[in-house]
């Protein structure tokens, strides 16, 4: 079992940068698929960006394509999300996610994410 908090969220300008971290307690991290997710009040929670426990594969949605960098540190038991180009429909909290038993994939499906972190908010004002 893993236990994730995230931090480094907040408001910013439109255009901006972010850096969100995920730190992960308990064992076996680097056996993790990890992902971040994102809800916006009123929408249903969605997949961002996930990274296979060894980094081999990466995923991204088509909304953060070439604007956010997912990335681990299997050392520091650590997830990054950098956010550069920040919009104001970026706004959301955003959520840590990660599970076992995943292989080299990574899945976009909230229901594959077993251990989930309390979230962070990002706010990008206009």
């Known amino acids: 079992q893993v236990q994730l908090v995230e931090s480094g969220g907040g408001l910013v300008q439109a255009g901006d940068s972010l850096r969100l971290s995920c730190a992960a307690s308990g064992r076996a991290f680097d056996s993790y698929t990890m992902a971040w997710f994102r809800q916006a009040p009123g929408k249903e929670r969605e997949f961002v960006a996930g990274?296979?426990?060894?980094?081999?594969?990466?995923n991204y949605a088509d909304f953060v394509k070439g604007r956010f960098t997912i990335s681990r540190d299997n050392a520091k038991s650590t997830v990054y999300l950098q956010m550069n180009s920040l919009k104001p429909e970026d706004t959301a909290v955003y959520y840590c996610?990660?599970?076992?038993?995943?292989?080299?994939?990574?899945?976009?499906?909230?229901?594959?994410?077993?251990?989930w972190g309390q979230g962070t908010q990002v706010t990008v004002a206009s």
């Open positions: 996610a990660g599970n076992m038993n995943l292989g080299s994939s990574v899945r976009v499906v909230v229901y594959d994410y077993a251990y």
């Open positions: 990274i296979s426990r060894s980094s081999i594969t990466i």
